[in-house]
C-alpha cells in the first residue's frame, strides 16, 4: 500500500485499474496469442501430416500390386512349368518342338492377360532367363544381357526373391541399350521390379521377371492428390538413394523413418512432412514447407483487440474519474463557501448520480441546520436546556458527535482529498438516522448500518478496524427495534480501541429457539471485574448508580438500548455485558421471535 500512500484518489483508482485490469489483460492477451498460435500451427501440421500419409499409403498400395500380381505371374503354372523344363531338360524347338510351342504359347499368353487385365502401370514385362535360348524374343530373354548392369548384379547377389529399383535417366538409357527390345515406357526415369523365380531345389534360379514401370503411372495417384489438394510430392528411393520429382532442397538425404508414420523432417532451416511406405524403403515428402508465419495474423487479431480494449477501458476510466471527481471537488468547494456564508446557500443539484445525492443530502443537512437554528433561537429563552436535550436525542447527538469527531480528526490528518469518502459514508448514516417511516428494521439493514459507521470510523483510524458478520440467510429480514448494533459498535471502538493497534468485531446472529440471539463481540482491551460491575450497575440500574470512575464516557448507548428493549419487548428482551481485561468485551441481546411491541398492537 506504500504506492497508494500520497497519492489522490483518481490516481489510486488509476493504479488499481492498471494493476488489477489493464496489465492482465495485456498479459492474458499475449498468452492467449501464443495458444491459438500453436494450436494453429498444431492443426496445420496434423492436416498436412495426415495428407502426406494418405499418399504415401496410396503409393505404398499401387507398389503392393505390382509386387504381388509379379509373384503371381512368376509362379503361375504355365510359366513356371515352361522355365522348369526349359531349366531340366534344355527345352528347345530342335529337340522338344511340340512342347515347346504348347508350353511357351500357354506362358506367353499368361504374360499378356495378366498385363492387359491390370492396369497398374506396368510398361514392359520380360523374363530372362539363365540357360541359352534358340531366339530371343516373345518376353523371353537371356540373363546375360544385365550382367553387367549393377542393380541386377545387386538383386543376383542377394539373398532376396523380389526387389524394386529405380534407375535415374543415366542408368535408364544403360538398361534400354542392353535389353534388347524396345522399351515400352517414353520417360527419361523408370521403375525395375525384380522377382526371383527358383525351382524346388532352394537356391536354384531358374529365371527372373522384370517389370519395367512408369513412375509417373506408378505415382498418378499422387498426381491426382496434388492436383486435387494443391500439394507436390517427391518419392526418394533409399536403397537407390535416388530421388523422383522436384524437391527445392539441395543434397537432400531423407533419413529413413519409422514405416508408416508421417513426421516432421527439417531441410535448410525449413520444416517438411514426409512418411515412409509401410512394404517399401521409399519414403514420400510434402514439398510445400510447413507455414512459418501464415498462422500468426489470424491468431493475432483477438489478442490485439483484447489488448486495444485494456487500453481503451484504462484510457475512459481515467478520464471519467478524472472529470467525475473534478465536479467533485467543485462541490467541495462550494460547501466550504456556503459554510464560511453562514450556511445561507445551497448546491445547485444538477446531477443524478451520487454526487449529486451527496449535493442533495447535503442541502437537505443545511436545511436541517438552519432550521435547528432558528427553532433554538426562538426558544431559547423558554426551557432552554429541556428543549435542548429533546433536540439532541431527536437528532441522535451522541451519534452525530462522534461522526463529527471522525470528520475532523480525518481533515487534520488527511486534508481535503478523503472529505469526499467521509461525506459518503456520512450522509449514509444520516439517512438512515433521520428516517422516521418507522421505528423498525430488518437485521440486514442494520447490518448495512453498522458496515457504513465502521466506514466511517476507519476514515479516523486508517483502516484499523475489522467487521465481519455471521447470520443466516432467513433471519436477515427479521425485523428489530432501529439502532441496536450502532451505539454498542460505538462503544467497542471507544473504549476498546488500543492506540497503534486494530480492533476486530464480530456480529453473530442466531436463532435458538423461540429468541433471537445477537453477539457483538471484539478483541479490544476488555474490563476489569470492578469495571465491569459500574458499567452493569449504570445500565441496569441508572438510579441508584454512582457515576463510573471513567471519564471517557456514562455509556448513554448502551442504557439506550437497554430501555429500548425493555420498552419494546417488556421482559421477554435482555442484554447481557461479558468482558475480560486485555481480551475482549461481548454484548449479548436476545429478543423475542414472535412477541410484537405495544406500539404494534396500538
Not at 299 to 314: E, I, N, P, V
Not at 477 to 498: D, M, T
Not at 531 to 553: H, M, Y
Request: net charge neutral; aromatic share 10%.
Amino acid at each position: 500500500m506504500k504506492l497508494l500512500s500520497g497519492k489522490s484518489i483518481v490516481g489510486k483508482i488509476c493504479i488499481l485499474s492498471l494493476a488489477c485490469f489493464t496489465i492482465p489483460s495485456l498479459f492474458f492477451s499475449f498468452y492467449l496469442y501464443r495458444m491459438q498460435a500453436d494450436e494453429s500451427y498444431d492443426r496445420i501440421v496434423r492436416e498436412q501430416l495426415r495428407v502426406t500419409g494418405q499418399a504415401a499409403r496410396s503409393a505404398d498400395a499401387a507398389l503392393a500390386s505390382i509386387r504381388q500380381l509379379q509373384m503371381d505371374l512368376a509362379y503361375s503354372d504355365p510359366l513356371y512349368v515352361y522355365l522348369s523344363r526349359l531349366h531340366r531338360v534344355g527345352l528347345t524347338y530342335q529337340r522338344y518342338p511340340i512342347w515347346t510351342e504348347q508350353l511357351l504359347g500357354k506362358a506367353i499368353t499368361s504374360i499378356k492377360y495378366s498385363l492387359r487385365s491390370h492396369d497398374l502401370g506396368i510398361q514392359a514385362a520380360n523374363i530372362y532367363v539363365p540357360a541359352k535360348l534358340d531366339a530371343e524374343g516373345n518376353y523371353f530373354l537371356e540373363a546375360d544381357r544385365l550382367a553387367d548392369l549393377a542393380f541386377f548384379r545387386d538383386f543376383r547377389d542377394s539373398d532376396v526373391f523380389q526387389a524394386l529399383y529405380y534407375l535415374d535417366e543415366e542408368e535408364t538409357a544403360a538398361f534400354r541399350s542392353v535389353c534388347g527390345y524396345a522399351s515400352g515406357s517414353a520417360g527419361p526415369e523408370i521403375i525395375i521390379t525384380l522377382c526371383r523365380i527358383e525351382s524346388t531345389t532352394p537356391g536354384n534360379c531358374i529365371g527372373y521377371l522384370l517389370f519395367e514401370c512408369s513412375p509417373q503411372k506408378v505415382f498418378s495417384v499422387l498426381s491426382d492428390r496434388s492436383a486435387a489438394q494443391g500439394k507436390d510430392y517427391y518419392v526418394w528411393f533409399h536403397s537407390s538413394r535416388k530421388g523422383y520429382g522436384s524437391f527445392p532442397a539441395v543434397g537432400w538425404d531423407a533419413p529413413p523413418g519409422q514405416p508408416g508414420n508421417a513426421s516432421g523432417i527439417t531441410v535448410d532451416g525449413r520444416q517438411y512432412t514426409a512418411c515412409t511406405m509401410e512394404n517399401f524403403d521409399i519414403t514420400v515428402v510434402n514439398t510445400h514447407p510447413l507455414p512459418q508465419s501464415s498462422y500468426i495474423l489470424p491468431a493475432l487479431r483477438l489478442s490485439l483487440a483484447l489488448a486495444a480494449f485494456a487500453l481503451l477501458q484504462f484510457g475512459v476510466l481515467a478520464v471519467f474519474t478524472r472529470h467525475t471527481f473534478r465536479r467533485l471537488h467543485q462541490d467541495l468547494n462550494l460547501m466550504d463557501a456556503v459554510i464560511a456564508h453562514g450556511f445561507r446557500e445551497r448546491i445547485p443539484e444538477t446531477r443524478n448520480d451520487e454526487i449529486g445525492m451527496i449535493a442533495h443530502h447535503y442541502n437537505l443537512l443545511l436545511d436541517k441546520i438552519a432550521s435547528l437554528i432558528s427553532e433554538n433561537v426562538r426558544r431559547e429563552t423558554a426551557q432552554m436546556q429541556t428543549q435542548l436535550m429533546a433536540l439532541q436525542y431527536q437528532m441522535n447527538p451522541h451519534f452525530i458527535y462522534n461522526t463529527l469527531h471522525v470528520f475532523s480528526g480525518c481533515a487534520a490528518q488527511n486534508g481535503q482529498n478523503t472529505l469526499a469518502d467521509s461525506i459518503a459514508s456520512f450522509g449514509q448514516l444520516l439517512r438512515y438516522t433521520l428516517r422516521t417511516d418507522s421505528l423498525y428494521a430488518s437485521i440486514e439493514t442494520e447490518l448495512h448500518n453498522a458496515a457504513s459507521l465502521i466506514n466511517v470510523y476507519n476514515i479516523r483510524y486508517s483502516d484499523r478496524l475489522h467487521l465481519s458478520v455471521e447470520v443466516p440467510d432467513e433471519l436477515k429480514q427479521f425485523r428489530i427495534i432501529k439502532f441496536l448494533f450502532q451505539p454498542v459498535l460505538e462503544n467497542a471502538i471507544l473504549h476498546g480501541l488500543l492506540p497503534d493497534a486494530g480492533l476486530h468485531i464480530h456480529i453473530a446472529i442466531r436463532q435458538t429457539g423461540r429468541c433471537i440471539t445477537i453477539d457483538i463481540a471484539d478483541d479490544g482491551e476488555g474490563m476489569s471485574p470492578k469495571r465491569l460491575q459500574e458499567v452493569k450497575t449504570c445500565i441496569n440500574d441508572p438510579a441508584n448508580a454512582a457515576q463510573p470512575s471513567s471519564a471517557k464516557g456514562t455509556f448513554i448507548g448502551l442504557k439506550n438500548i437497554s430501555q429500548r428493549l425493555k420498552l419494546f419487548y417488556r421482559e421477554q428482551a435482555q442484554l447481557t455485558i461479558h468482558s475480560k481485561e486485555h481480551r475482549g468485551t461481548t454484548v449479548t441481546i436476545r429478543i423475542p421471535v414472535d412477541a410484537p411491541s405495544p406500539l404494534e398492537r396500538v
